[in-house]
C-alpha cells in the first residue's frame, strides 16, 4: 500500500507540501497537478482518521434515531445521509430502539471518539449526557442547554388534520396516538387539533397516552370498541403517526367500519415506501428533505463556530395535507 513519502517522490515534492495538499491548503498550480497525478498512479489512499488528528475533525457524524423501521426515520436518513456526503462526510447511523441505555451508549460513544457533531432523534431523558461543548442538532425534542432544534410544525400539523376532516364533512373527531413521557415537540400536534375543535366547536375525543405500549394498545382497542357501538361518536380520526394510522385501519376493518365511508382517517407523517406506490393513507406530509437539509446546514455550522458564541437555532418547517384513500 503506497504512503504520503511515496507519493512525495513521485511527484517530486516534499512530504509537507503533500500534507498541506491533503488538508485542503492552497499550493501551486503545478505542484498540484503533480501531487494528484501521484496518487491516481500509485492509487493512494489518505488516511482520514491521521488527518483529523492533525485537523481536529474526523469528517463522521452520528445520526441517532430511534428506529430503522419507522418509515420517517429511514427516509430522514437517506437524505441526511445524502447531503453528508455531499459535503465529504461520513454517516455513523445509530440504531436505539428507543431505549434510554442506548441512547446514552451511543452519545458516550460519539464524545469518546470525537465525532464532528451528533443529529439526535430521541424522545428519552438523556439531557444530562449532552454537554454544551457538544455540537448538537436535536429533532423533535428541545434540550436544556445549547442545542439547536429543528422540527416540522406540529402545531399546524394539527391543526390542518382536523380542519381537513372538518372540510371533508366530518363532524366528530378524535385524536390517537401514543408519544413519550417526556417534553417533545410531537406533543404539539394534539394541541393543534384540539385549538381547531375548540375555534369552531367541534366535538372531539382523545386517546393519548405515554404508558406502555400494551397498555396503550389495550386502551385504543376499548376506545374503538366504544366508537363502533355507538358509546362514542366519532366519524373522523387523526392520529398521532402513519403507523398509528395503519393500527387504527386495522382495527376497524376487523370490525366491519369502512374507511373512509364511515369514517374518516388521516395520518401524520405522509412517508412513502417509494415514489412509485401509489398514496394509500391521507396524511399530514412532513417535508422531510427540507428537515434533513436544515438539520445538516444547522450542525455544519455548529461545528464551524463551535468555540464562538453562535446563536442558538430554532427552526420550524411547513407541514402539508396529502390525499389518500382513508379520506372523502
Known sequence: MATIKDVAKLAEVSVGTVSKYLNGFKVKDKTRIAVEEAIRELKYEPNTYAK??????????????????HPFFSELTYYIEQILREHGLKLILCNTRDHLESEIEYVTMARQNKVDGIIAITYSNIDKYITSDMAVVSIDRFFSVNTDFISSDNFHGGYLGAEMLSEKSSTALAYIGHGSSYENDTTARLDGFKAYCEEYSIPYHVCYDSDSREEYQNRLTTFIDQIVSGQIEVDGILTASDTHALNVYELLQQRAIRVPEDIQLIGFDGGQQSHSTPVFLSSIRQNVPEIAKEAVSCLLDRIKNQNSDHPVVRKKIPVSFIKGKTTR
Open 52 to 69: 483529523g488528528l492533525k485537523t481536529n475533525r474526523t469528517n463522521t457524524i452520528v445520526l441517532i434515531i430511534p428506529s430503522v423501521w
